[in-house]
């Protein structure tokens, strides 16, 4: 075991060793070396207080304005009251029963302060924070520890501040500096100017100014960027490595006859990704691509001609989607797109025709039976379904083309079991409807060849989305359910969507529950100032029966969400794709793949509730036809605030790619090598997919070359602990499977 990979309690002791474990998930030397400051203050720049959010976890530099000792009425205690301010804005601290402190915080004195932000009486407080006074006549040497450089700040802990962490990693760099390796070539740190790590830990702990601080960011870039894509190009070599049956469309046969059948043509965009499909289907190796793009681009359109081009060739093909009535979907769009193609084997069919069978776990044992029949014995060359697929019991005759929909909503388990299930490696085709900036799919996806559709169709329509501040003007809200109740009248149909299905509750007194419900559905606003906790998310189910009691009486007003039984949910949008339905209130179940072109009109309640992709998603199901589409983003939150930022920015563009970005730049990248989908778990430290675009590009360009030179590392040692350190078991896993 080498010096990194000592558990810090023989450098910082038991106790402590325990709160860094528990607090910040720091465990070795190594671990404390690497957990950079999230940003430096200066002496005498003090931190904006204006930019602190409630919930956060702080720390600031701030000078004492005014400190005030308040005795208990009627009983015995105190309260110690000391506002801090930037100049500008104010922060109260607030000390219970510690009036002895009034004599060292005095006015005048410029300290650290850390804590968890929250309100009390519309005031932004820390309650009992840690402190270190900065100034030399308060008695601290702090003062004379930060002399003369930036003051580093670390995503701390209530139990840990970051003062007290800066002198966990001081002691750490004094002890094993000298430990530290060297990943990178000699070569590769030559020709782009890097300087060496030890070097760089030290400076970006210890930066003596702003250049010591951007030369040493400049270097850990580069290490985490290219030791992830020697990673990936590890694992897109052993890709390319595996055999795969080629599978060539034939001339004069199923994609020829589909293609013919087209009432339109196909955009610029779907021919040429089309064509670097068929390109990767006729390898010898497995084709392994994402297929990304705007909501309604034609994606499907692009993976159904692929599974026809397979079995063209002989073999089968298979599309597995997260939900059922995502699978029902695509079965009964596929079909309806190739008719008497999809109907091999039966009467009057065509003699070029295939078998498209839907398998889902909800369907009846005649049903289910059939189609595992028919996948096995390979009359069906198109099987769609839900994870019901990936069951052992499923077998196919030929399987050779796999496409995944919406990645994402899927284990790497599960794609991989689905994978499996042929002789060879098929080939794998992933979509996502949710657009990712270029650099984001090169890295969460560098494995993957990447396809982008980025051209609506034409006969498209554009959609125009508007936020509806329901607190600040309650009657743009009555004039949202105007316009709903005029797309109806004109013929169309609309949804609602609520971000809570509303029967999770135990049962209640039913006139009490009414009466919650028409209380939230009714004013907004005052459920939403009576505290600083926020009410409950509006539901489907109480505001379905609102609506039909109130605004929408008289039109036929449907529920569908994931809890409804299969059978109530595939009849619900039956009837509301036949236009049986007027208005269809639904949870996030609609979110992608339904496709009714005559939905013209959607209300989104709660809107600040979902992500910015996912609203790009929702609003993606109107405008599919050929009138003109309506989002309409409700929201109680203020004007000025984050929440209603993000929803500006969904109403201000409906380029999907844009609000990528700015979703990425909320959320941040996540695990990209594991399958953590937050932020929280990002393993990117320093480099930004966002912002080191030009980095991670040459850095994958190394990585490809020096893999193709020495694909085990042998020559390069170092580079390999640090492969395995940013590799853990759960992540190899990932990768293995992926």
């Given at each position: 075991m080498g010096a990194l990979d000592e558990p810090l309690t023989?450098?910082?002791?038991?106790?402590?060793?325990?709160?860094?474990?528990?607090?910040?998930?720091?465990?070795?030397?190594?671990?404390?070396l690497h957990h950079y400051p999230r940003r430096y203050v200066e002496r005498g720049q003090l931190t904006s207080l204006d930019e602190l959010e409630v919930d956060e976890h702080v720390t600031v530099?701030?000078?004492?304005?005014?400190?005030?000792?308040?005795?208990?009425?009627?009983?015995?205690?105190?309260?110690?009251?000391?506002?801090?301010?930037?100049?500008?804005?104010?922060?109260?601290?607030?000390?219970?029963?510690?009036?002895?402190?009034?004599?060292?915080?005095?006015?005048?004195?410029?300290?650290?302060?850390?804590?968890?932000?929250?309100?009390?009486?519309?005031?932004?407080?820390?309650?009992?924070?840690?402190?270190?006074?900065?100034?030399?006549?308060?008695?601290?040497?702090?003062?004379?520890?930060?002399?003369?450089?930036?003051?580093?700040?670390?995503?701390?802990?209530?139990?840990?501040?970051s003062w007290k962490l800066s002198i966990c990693i001081d002691t750490a760099l004094t002890k094993h500096l000298g430990d530290v390796g060297e990943p990178l070539p000699a070569e590769l740190r030559e020709r782009h100017d890097l300087i060496p790590l030890p070097e760089a830990l030290e400076l970006i702990h210890r930066p003596r100014g702003q250049a010591d601080r951007e030369r040493a960011q400049s270097r850990l870039?580069?290490?985490?960027?290219?030791?992830?894509?020697?990673?990936?190009?590890?694992?897109?070599?052993?890709?390319?490595?595996?055999?795969?049956?080629?599978?060539?469309?034939?001339?004069?046969?199923?994609?020829?006859?589909?293609?013919?059948?087209?009432?339109?043509?196909?955009?610029?965009?779907q021919r040429k990704v089309s064509a670097e499909i068929a390109a990767d289907l006729a390898s010898e190796h497995p084709m392994h691509r994402l297929l990304q793009g705007e909501v309604g681009s034609g994606k499907t359109l692009v993976a159904l001609r692929a599974m026809l081009a397979v079995v063209d060739a002989g073999g089968q093909a298979v599309l597995l989607a997260p939900t059922e009535v995502l699978a029902q979907q695509h079965h009964r769009s596929i079909?309806?797109?190739?008719?008497?193609?999809?109907?091999?084997?039966?009467?009057?069919?065509?003699?070029?025709?295939?078998?498209?069978?839907?398998?889902?776990?909800?369907?009846?044992?005649?049903?289910?039976?059939?189609?595992?029949?028919?996948?096995?014995?390979?009359?069906?060359?198109?099987?769609?379904?839900?994870?019901?697929?990936?069951?052992?019991?499923?077998?196919?005759?030929?399987?050779?083309?796999?496409?995944?929909?919406?990645?994402?909503?899927?284990?790497?388990?599960?794609?991989?079991?689905?994978?499996?299930?042929?002789?060879?490696?098929?080939?794998?085709?992933?979509?996502?409807a949710t657009p990712i900036p270029r650099t984001v799919a090169m890295t969460v996806f560098g494995d993957l060849e990447t396809s982008v559709l980025d051209q609506l169709p034409a006969g498209r329509s554009p959609i125009s989305t508007h936020v509806v501040p329901a607190v600040e003007k309650p009657n743009f809200l009555a004039r949202a359910w105007e316009r709903v109740r005029e797309e109806v009248g004109k013929g169309h149909q609309a949804y609602v969507v609520c971000p809570r299905i509303g029967d999770e509750e135990p049962a209640a007194d039913p006139k009490k529950k009414r009466k919650a419900a028409e209380e939230?559905?009714?004013?907004?606003?005052?459920?939403?100032?009576?505290?600083?906790?926020?009410?409950?998310?509006?539901?489907?189910?109480?505001?379905?029966?609102k609506l039909v009691k109130g605004p929408l009486s008289g039109l036929r007003v449907e529920i569908l969400h994931g809890r409804l039984a299969p059978e109530a949910k595939d009849d619900v949008m039956r009837r509301f794709s036949a236009g049986e339905v007027d208005v269809l209130v639904a949870t996030t179940v609609i979110e992608v793949g339904v496709n009714v072109p005559n939905a013209t009109a959607m209300v989104i309640m709660d809107a600040d509730?979902?992500?910015?992709?996912?609203?790009?998603?929702?609003?993606?199901?109107?405008?599919?036809?050929?009138?003109?589409?309506?989002?309409?983003?409700?929201?109680?939150?203020?004007?000025?605030?984050?929440?209603?930022?993000?929803?500006?920015?969904?109403?201000?563009?409906?380029?999907?790619?844009?609000?990528?970005?700015?979703?990425?730049?909320?959320?941040?990248?996540?695990?990209?090598?594991?399958?953590?989908?937050?932020?929280?778990?990002?393993?990117?430290?320093?480099?930004?997919?966002?912002?080191?675009?030009?980095?991670?590009?040459?850095?994958?360009?190394?990585?490809?070359?020096?893999?193709?030179?020495?694909?085990?590392?042998?020559?390069?040692?170092?580079?390999?602990?640090?492969?395995?350190?940013?590799?853990?078991?759960?992540?190899?896993?990932?990768?293995?499977?992926?």
């Open positions: 023989k450098l910082v002791g038991d106790r402590t060793a325990k709160v860094l474990a528990d607090s910040l998930k720091l465990r070795t030397v190594g671990d404390l530099l701030a000078r004492i304005e005014k400190v005030t000792l308040i005795p208990f009425r009627g009983r015995k205690g105190d309260r110690l009251e000391v506002v801090v301010t930037d100049g500008r804005s104010r922060l109260s601290l607030v000390f219970f029963n510690q009036g002895w402190r009034q004599k060292e915080l005095r006015s005048g004195a410029q300290g650290l302060f850390a804590g968890k932000v929250n309100v009390f009486n519309r005031t932004r407080q820390l309650v009992s924070p840690d402190y270190q006074l900065l100034d030399e006549d308060a008695g601290s040497d702090a003062a004379q520890q930060f002399a003369g450089r930036l003051i580093p700040v670390y995503g701390a802990s209530a139990q840990m501040p870039r580069w290490d985490e960027a290219f030791v992830l894509q020697v990673a990936l190009a590890q694992r897109r070599a052993a890709e390319s490595a595996l055999p795969a049956k080629p599978r060539r469309a034939r001339e004069g046969g199923l994609l020829d006859a589909f293609d013919e059948r087209l009432p339109f043509t196909l955009t610029e965009g079909v309806e797109m190739m008719g008497d193609l999809a109907e091999g084997g039966m009467l009057g069919s065509s003699d070029l025709g295939t078998r498209v069978v839907l398998l889902t776990g909800s369907m009846g044992v005649p049903a289910r039976r059939q189609a595992l029949l028919d996948m096995a014995c390979g009359d069906a060359g198109i099987a769609i379904g839900t994870h019901a697929l990936i069951e052992d019991k499923v077998q196919f005759q030929d399987l050779g083309l796999v496409v995944v929909d919406e990645q994402h909503r899927f284990g790497v388990e599960q794609r991989d079991a689905l994978r499996a299930k042929g002789d060879q490696p098929p080939h794998l085709l992933v979509m996502t939230d559905f009714e004013d907004i606003a005052d459920a939403g100032a009576r505290s600083d906790e926020r009410r409950p998310p509006l539901s489907v189910v109480e505001t379905a029966e509730r979902f992500g910015v992709s996912q609203l790009h998603q929702l609003r993606g199901r109107v405008g599919r036809g050929s009138a003109a589409g309506l989002c309409l983003l409700v929201s109680d939150m203020p004007a000025g605030s984050p929440a209603r930022a993000r929803l500006e920015a969904v109403a201000g563009t409906l380029d999907g790619f844009e609000l990528s970005r700015i979703d990425l730049e909320q959320r941040r990248e996540g695990d990209v090598l594991g399958q953590a989908q937050s932020g929280v778990k990002s393993s990117l430290k320093v480099l930004s997919v966002l912002e080191d675009e030009q980095v991670i590009l040459t850095a994958r360009t190394e990585a490809t070359r020096l893999v193709a030179e020495d694909p085990e590392l042998a020559a390069h040692p170092e580079l390999r602990t640090a492969l395995e350190s940013l590799i853990d078991e759960d992540r190899a896993a990932y990768m293995e499977k992926g």
